[in-house]
């Protein structure tokens, strides 16, 4: 059976959703990096720092191509508690305006991609 034309656009866009979440999620952590609680020259290790680590995170285990890829539930629970993990700090730093339309988009990017198996 093949795929209709509505089908391929709808999951090509929710493969970009994925990504510019993926960005929206180093954002967040950076962001809350930058709010915690210290000196200056702190504030900016942290907002590098954070959203540094976790690209290393991604890009060995949750990418595409990482060459150590865990098995689909596995992968799919641990993408998900890191992105509302960005969600959650972004609404310690008092930014609810923004955590909650996040966190909402990550639920239909999620549902979406175990639908219409993307992982």
Not at 113 to 119: C, D, F, H, S
Request: aromatic share 12%; hydrophobic share 55%.
């Amino acid at each position: 059976m093949t795929k209709s034309n509505t089908t391929m656009i709808s999951e090509h866009f929710n493969l970009i959703l994925s990504f510019v979440l993926e960005l929206l999620m180093l954002g967040a952590v950076g962001y809350w990096g930058y709010s915690l609680p210290l000196n200056v020259y702190g504030k900016w290790i942290c907002a590098i720092l954070v959203p540094a680590l976790l690209t290393v995170v991604w890009g060995l285990f949750f990418a595409p191509r990482a060459n150590v890829r865990m098995p689909t539930p596995w992968l799919l629970t641990c993408e998900l508690v890191l992105f509302c993990g960005s969600a959650i700090a972004l609404h310690t730093t008092d930014k609810s305006n923004l955590a909650l339309p996040l966190a909402g988009l990550i639920a239909i990017n999620v549902a979406l991609t175990i639908a219409w198996k993307q992982y």
